[in-house]
Nanobody, 117 residues
Framework: QVQLVESGGGLVQAGGSLRLSCAAS????????MGWYRQAQGRQRELVAK???????NYADSVKGRFTISRDNAKNTVNLRMNSLKPEDTAVYYC???????????WGQGTRVTVSS
């Protein structure tokens, strides 16, 4: 069983920065793809950024150039560095792990990010 625990959310002014972290338990981290998703109030959950087991990254157009996803396989963590935050980045951010051997996905409990104007 895989457990994901996010941290690092909070309240920040527009233009500020936050760093989200996700710690994963279990032994499958090195053979997993990881992603950060977000869900704003009244909207569907959307992909923010993802990173493969080999370190290849992909970003939503809305965050390109502002957000950076990274992973540390030795520490079983994935991070999301968010710069130049905008009010429209306000959402609950979720960490996701995809087990590449089974196709199962696992989700964290979410961490709230609020960007004030």
């Amino acid at each position: 069983q895989v457990q994901l625990v996010e941290s690092g959310g909070g309240l920040v002014q527009a233009g500020g920065s936050l760093r989200l972290s996700c710690a994963a338990s279990g032994s499958i981290f090195s053979i997993s793809a990881m992603g950060w998703y977000r869900q704003a109030q009244g909207r569907q959950r959307e992909l923010v950024a993802k990173i493969t087991s080999g370190g290849r990254t992909n970003y939503a157009d809305s965050v390109k150039g502002r957000f950076t996803i990274s992973r540390d396989n030795a520490k079983n963590t994935v991070n999301l560095r968010m710069n130049s935050l905008k009010p429209e980045d306000t959402a609950v951010y979720y960490c996701m792990l995809l087990d590449l051997t089974t196709g199962d996905d696992y989700w964290g409990q979410g961490t709230r990010v609020t960007v004030s104007s």
